[in-house]
């Protein structure tokens, strides 16, 4: 099972930007993709955004399309999500995940990912 680590949360105000870091112990076949999800108190945790580990693809969640980058350094086993024009809204514990799936559909679904790290707290001030 690989282990992930999330950092990089913070207080942040309104407009402000983040950039979150996700390690990998490892990368192996069952961990192909890696995901971002948030969690605001009382709220189901949703999709932010994924990227597969080879290739270019990303795919992101409309909540933060146009505004959250997700990137990776293959050699450091490292996932980022770089946030700007924060809202109060983007307020939540930020999760990092992997999976083995890779299509648009599966990558979306937070029911397809097995691995999860401890999460990283994001507020963002008004």
């Known amino acids: 099972q690989v282990q992930l680590v999330e950092s990089g949360g913070g207080l942040v105000q309104t407009g402000g930007s983040l950039r979150l870091s996700c390690v990998a112990s490892a990368r192996t076949f069952s961990s192909a993709t890696m995901g971002w999800f948030r969690q605001a108190p009382g709220k189901e945790r949703e999709f932010v955004a994924a990227i597969r580990w080879n290739g270019d693809y990303t795919y992101y969640a409309d909540s933060g399309k146009g505004r959250f980058t997700i990137s990776r350094d293959n050699p450091k086993i490292t996932v980022y999500l770089q946030m700007t024009d924060l809202k109060p809204e983007d307020t939540a514990v930020y999760y990092c995940?992997?999976?083995?799936?890779?299509?648009?559909?599966?990558?979306?679904?937070?029911?397809?990912?097995?691995?999860w790290g401890q999460g990283t707290q994001v507020t963002v001030s008004s």
């Open positions: 995940a992997s999976t083995s799936h890779t299509s648009n559909r599966a990558m979306g679904s937070i029911g397809n990912y097995r691995n």
